[in-house]
Structures are given as C-alpha cells and as structure tokens.
C-alpha cells in the first residue's frame, strides 16, 4: 500500500477553504443578500463567495449609484431590485461615511445590516437603531476568537504589550480598525502599522515580561476568508434580535 505523507494529505485537502462543522447550521441558512460597494476589493469577493455558497445576491450597490439599485458592476451579477424590495440582510464594505448613511436606510426599511468597513466611524455611532446590527472591523471568525485570548492574556498578566499590522498599500485608514479596536480594549505600549504590497493582511500581537514572551499572529492569505465568514454570521444576523452587535457576542453564541 501506497503511503500518503501528512504534509501531501494535508495540502490536498485544504485547496478549498471549508466551512467549519460548528457553524454548518448557520451556513445552510437561505438568505437575499444585498452588497454595498460591491465594486470594491470585499464586494468583489463577497460575490464570488455568495456565488460559491449559492447565495440569492438579491441587489447591490456601488458608489455612482443614488438611488439603491444596483448598476455598473464590473462583474457579471443579474440583479437589478431595490435594496428595500425583498433585501433580507445588507451587507456594507463601502467605506464609513457611507455607512452611517446606509444604516439609517437599513433602520428605515428594517433590513438588518453588517458594517465591515473601518475609520471614521465608532461602534457607539450606531446604539440608536432598532434593526439587528453587526459592528464588525474584522469578520474573520478565527481571528475574533483570537482577539478574545488576547484580551484575557493581557488582563490576566503583567507584560509590555505590542501590537502591529501589515497591510496592503491600497488601504486607506492606518492604523486597521482591527487594531484600534484592539488597542481600545488592550491599551497597548506600542502601536505599529505598515503598508506593503497588494493583498497582504496581517495582525499580530506579542507580550512581554521578564519571564515569559506570549505572541500571537493571524495571517490572511485571501480575502475570500474575510468574504465567507462574513456571510456567515450575515445568517446568523438575520435570525437576532433588534440590536447592535460585536462579533464576540456571534463567537461566544456560535463557538
Ligand atoms: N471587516 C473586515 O473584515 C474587512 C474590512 N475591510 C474594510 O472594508 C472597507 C472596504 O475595503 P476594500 O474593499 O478593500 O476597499 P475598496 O476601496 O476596494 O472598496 C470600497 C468600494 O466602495 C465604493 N464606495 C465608496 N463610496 C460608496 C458609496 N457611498 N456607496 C457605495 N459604494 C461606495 C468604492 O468606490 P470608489 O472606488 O469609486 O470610491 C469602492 O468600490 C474598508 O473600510 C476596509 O478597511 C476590508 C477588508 C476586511
Ligand atoms: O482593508 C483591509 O484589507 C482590512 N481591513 C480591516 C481592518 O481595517 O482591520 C480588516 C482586515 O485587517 C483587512
């Protein structure tokens, strides 16, 4: 009989990013989807996640568009309703000031909604609404359960804290929404940020005293991570009640 190395078995298996088991009752969920900036880098892969997922993209839309009907897509996608005509959740990666705009619409037509864009704006911009929101500046699952340890690490020990990111060169806010929001739970000692290339997406956290060094490190290697996990927890959202929430109210549910 033929060996198969780990190494081998492993690469054959993780050509395809999967769904984990945990969350396959979330996933199965059938949902119309509605992307704003759809155009963009996220609403690019969106569309080809919600595509993959067979995910009903129910209406779309991009920056030249006033009045919520989607046009002008640089990818083929058939969908020309309003946003307001059957949308069952909106999904928002345009940028922040569009997005205080677009939740007073979602709350307008109760269509609950996922903010994933970052700066400029603050969770607490968005506590006066009565739909189910989702304030999330990084919806990568793993991620989110990472920053959960490291909020428990830092409470839990005394060490010098650095936290940093490294970013493509097309990103507009430095530093990320991930690391503000870190930062803002953690206070961190040091803060650093660069910018490089054209997809790289990384977050890293280190911890030290003069007995132990603790480091954590979240590489993203395609944003079809940050696509797939947020159309998860977009079915999650839609099942939640009225209300403003953080991905580690999704983690600690789901996980
Ligand atoms: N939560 C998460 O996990 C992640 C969050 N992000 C965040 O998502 C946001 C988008 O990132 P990215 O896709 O890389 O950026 P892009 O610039 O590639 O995409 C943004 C898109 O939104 C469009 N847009 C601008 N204003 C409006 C508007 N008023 N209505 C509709 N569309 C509009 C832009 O058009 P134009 O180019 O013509 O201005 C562009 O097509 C950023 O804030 C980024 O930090 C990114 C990755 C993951
Ligand atoms: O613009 C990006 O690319 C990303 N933005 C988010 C952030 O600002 O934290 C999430 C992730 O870092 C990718």
């Given at each position: 009989m033929q060996k198969i190395l780990y190494h081998e078995l492993k690469y054959q298996q993780s050509t395809q990013y999967t769904t984990p088991f945990y969350l396959l009752n979330?996933?199965?969920?059938?949902?119309?989807?509605?992307?704003i900036?759809?155009?963009?880098r996220m609403g690019q892969a969106i569309i080809e996640s919600a595509q993959?997922?067979?995910i009903n993209i129910h209406s779309v839309v991009v920056k030249?568009?006033?009045d919520y009907v989607g046009h002008k897509l640089s990818k083929e996608v058939k969908i020309l309703h309003k946003v307001e005509d059957g949308?069952?959740?909106?999904?928002?990666?345009?940028?922040?000031q569009a997005s205080?705009?677009?939740?007073?619409?979602a709350n307008k037509y109760q269509i609950p909604i996922l903010i994933g864009t970052t700066e400029g704006h603050k969770k607490s911009d968005y506590n006066k609404f009565n739909i189910p929101i989702m304030w999330a500046p990084n919806t990568s699952i793993t991620w989110n359960i990472m920053e959960n340890a490291i909020e428990k690490i830092s409470l839990a020990s005394k060490l010098a804290?650095?936290?940093?990111?490294?970013?493509?060169?097309?990103?507009?806010?430095?530093?990320?929404?991930?690391?503000?929001?870190?930062?803002?739970?953690?206070?961190?000692?040091?803060?650093w940020s660069l910018r490089v290339g054209k997809n790289m997406s990384m977050h890293q956290f280190m911890g030290i005293n003069d007995l132990e060094i603790a480091r954590l490190e979240h590489q993203v290697l395609d944003r079809q991570l940050y696509a797939h996990d947020a159309l998860v927890i977009?079915?999650?959202?839609i099942m939640q009640k009225n209300q403003l929430f953080i991905m580690q109210d999704f983690i600690n549910e789901i996980i």
């Amino acid at each position: 009989m033929q060996k198969i190395l780990y190494h081998e078995l492993k690469y054959q298996q993780s050509t395809q990013y999967t769904t984990p088991f945990y969350l396959l009752n979330v996933i199965n969920l059938d949902m119309k989807l509605c992307i704003i900036g759809a155009n963009g880098r996220m609403g690019q892969a969106i569309i080809e996640s919600a595509q993959q997922q067979n995910i009903n993209i129910h209406s779309v839309v991009v920056k030249e568009c006033t009045d919520y009907v989607g046009h002008k897509l640089s990818k083929e996608v058939k969908i020309l309703h309003k946003v307001e005509d059957g949308a069952d959740i909106i999904i928002d990666f345009s940028n922040s000031q569009a997005s205080k705009s677009n939740v007073e619409y979602a709350n307008k037509y109760q269509i609950p909604i996922l903010i994933g864009t970052t700066e400029g704006h603050k969770k607490s911009d968005y506590n006066k609404f009565n739909i189910p929101i989702m304030w999330a500046p990084n919806t990568s699952i793993t991620w989110n359960i990472m920053e959960n340890a490291i909020e428990k690490i830092s409470l839990a020990s005394k060490l010098a804290i650095q936290i940093g990111e490294v970013h493509h060169k097309n990103k507009k806010d430095d530093p990320s929404g991930t690391t503000k929001q870190l930062d803002d739970k953690i206070n961190a000692d040091k803060v650093w940020s660069l910018r490089v290339g054209k997809n790289m997406s990384m977050h890293q956290f280190m911890g030290i005293n003069d007995l132990e060094i603790a480091r954590l490190e979240h590489q993203v290697l395609d944003r079809q991570l940050y696509a797939h996990d947020a159309l998860v927890i977009c079915k999650w959202l839609i099942m939640q009640k009225n209300q403003l929430f953080i991905m580690q109210d999704f983690i600690n549910e789901i996980i």
